[in-house]
């Protein structure tokens, strides 16, 4: 007998709950018969971590598709969490862990080059995940929250949305770190990524997502839905493949790989050297008669537009060759009686310093120290770090027909930065940067990757130079040319060099998209949130029933 009060007026609704024994109910009847078994996720988290290590570029093993199974795993953590608090736990160890295994190479950096001892440097992949885990612990906790509220169809269009708003907020906040967006898992297949044309890397991602929680669901429905947004990626991407490119003309190019090591990089007695070094490969390439040659980023370690036997050096080659010349090198200015150093990209003609793009993104920690001019503290223990400021011009740099759209080392992760280039009327993008700083680890493979999804979302041609690798041309399919392997002096001369300046319809519908989709989610979750299911309503979700 139920005791009086309020527990025992909760007697008839529990039985208006209890599942029958046909229909999707069924299913909460088989979970709730394992749910006094004691949770055990960490299986399901270290699968979740291997799928993304597998997913994306690695030293050991690639399989792109198995980047499916992370949202699958995250799914199936929230279904089994006893609690949202759980949810989020469990969402955040498999995210941190993921993160830390894909981003293992950071600690090459900041022991080669930060000087700090391994026991130091070798946390910093794992500080890094722990950040980063916070977004599919959202994610995960999300799903649980709505999870009761929501049909199998439903739950996967809330993650996909979920998880195209969680990658946009990660490429934004705290200065913003979109590295491991899941659709660059399938850059390796240009016919597979050609959705990005139409919809942009984050959405694409939450259409993975989504593809993955409909796998985890119950029932046949969810699964088929999997299906066929699979079929139709698979259909699509060759069509879209053939199709014929809106060049409206078509230029050579070189792009000049150094391969200057950084230990002697800055080194003053090895200025002469490095130059003599980039000539001849430069030399060897003006065969193909280019109409520009892309050095990467700091490849000049002096400022050019201070007088100079190396500044007149570079000017001079200039002029002896014709050659349009876009470059790395530190820049400067005195505006207002403060001296201002750029991370700058120089376009040298037969004319001298025509004009020059400065980077506008910088790298936290490793160009700036964020809050540094607040916190003399802070400036004082990151006295290492460089003092660059921030670009503020985003004009392409223009030479004869070509309108380049300069994207300056990690600027290729990001989305908006493309599009914005493109915007202001690019016709072709380069990308310019200095990988040496990771070494023979996957980082370099990532950041290639990266950058072939911003060719395809933007319909542009992407000329890439970089000092140690990968240098190549990314077409706006996604396909790419003139690849160089790893810390070898290379010259990459490529032909065929599509001029565009038709949009891609992600292009026309930037940031349309993504607030939609972050709209969207919100929406559905505040209603869920804010709902209960309606007496003898079951939730085909939860395996447990333990309150939030």
């Not at 007695?269 to 193909?288: A, I, M």
């Not at 090198?329 to 991370?343: M, Q, S, T, V």
């Not at 290492?384 to 380049?404: C, D, H, N, Q, Y």
């Not at 999804?453 to 000092?467: D, K």
Request: glycine letters at 10%.
């Amino acid at each position: 007998m139920s005791p009086p009060g309020p527990a025992g007026r909760e007697g008839p609704a529990r039985q208006a709950r209890q599942p029958s024994q046909h229909g999707p109910a069924s299913m909460t009847a088989l979970f709730r018969s394992v749910s006094h078994r004691p949770p055990a996720p960490w299986g399901l988290i270290l699968l979740g971590a291997l799928a993304s290590f597998l997913g994306f570029a690695n030293p050991l093993l690639r399989v792109p598709p198995a980047i499916l199974a992370w949202p699958l795993v995250l799914a199936l953590l929230a279904r089994r969490a006893p609690s949202g608090r759980a949810a989020l736990y469990h969402g955040w160890l498999c995210g941190a862990l993921a993160a830390s295994a894909s981003l293992y190479w950071i600690a090459l950096p900041v022991h080669d080059y930060g000087y700090l001892p391994w026991v130091l440097a070798v946390p910093c992949p794992l500080l890094m995940g722990a950040v980063l885990g916070g977004y599919p612990a959202l994610f995960c906790w999300a799903l649980r929250t709505v999870g009761g509220r929501f049909g199998p169809l439903a739950l996967g269009l809330f993650a996909g949305l979920a998880w195209t708003g969680l990658e946009t907020a990660r490429g934004w906040l705290f200065s913003g770190f979109p590295w491991l967006q899941l659709a660059g898992a399938f850059a390796p297949w240009p016919a597979a990524i050609q959705g990005l044309a139409l919809m942009g890397a984050y959405a694409f991602s939450g259409l993975v997502a989504a593809c993955g929680v409909w796998l985890a669901g119950p029932g046949w429905r969810p699964r088929l839905a999997a299906c066929a947004v699979v079929g139709l990626a698979a259909a699509y991407g060759p069509w879209a493949l053939e199709r014929p490119l809106p060049e409206e003309g078509r230029f050579a190019a070189a792009m000049i790989q150094g391969n200057v090591d950084q230990a002697r990089k800055w080194d003053e007695e090895s200025l002469g050297r490095t130059l003599g070094e980039y000539e001849t490969l430069t030399r060897s390439v003006l065969g193909t008669r280019p109409e520009v040659v892309l050095w990467p980023e700091t490849a000049l370690t002096f400022f050019p537009e201070e007088p100079s036997p190396q500044s007149d050096r570079v000017l001079r080659f200039a002029r002896e060759t014709g050659v349009p010349l876009v470059t790395g090198a530190p820049g400067f200015d005195r505006a207002r009686g403060k001296l201002r150093i750029y991370n700058r990209a120089f376009l040298i003609t037969d004319k001298g310093l025509e004009s020059h793009y400065d980077k506008e993104h910088l790298v936290p920690f490793g160009e700036y120290a964020p809050f540094g001019e607040d916190i003399p503290l802070l400036s004082s223990l990151l006295q290492g770090v460089g003092g660059f400021t921030p670009g503020r011009t985003t004009a392409p740099l223009r030479s004869g027909r070509l309108a380049m759209g300069m994207l300056i080392c990690y600027e290729s992760i990001f989305p908006e930065l493309a599009q914005e280039r493109v915007a202001n009327g690019a016709n072709v993008l380069v990308n310019i940067s200095n990988d040496a700083w990771f070494g023979r680890s996957a980082a370099p493979r990532q950041h290639l990757e990266l950058a072939t999804l911003r060719a395809v979302e933007q319909g542009r041609y992407l000329l890439r130079a970089t000092n140690t690798g990968y240098t190549a041309l990314l077409d706006p399919r996604g396909r790419v040319s003139g690849e160089t392997a790893l810390f070898q002096e290379a010259a990459a001369a490529v032909s065929g060099v599509g001029l565009i300046t038709a949009t891609t319809l992600y292009h026309r519908l930037y940031g349309l998209i993504e607030g939609a989709a972050l709209a969207a989610a919100l929406v559905m979750l505040v209603w869920a949130m804010v709902t209960r299911p309606r007496d003898g309503q079951t939730s085909t979700w939860h395996c447990c029933n333990t309150p939030n």
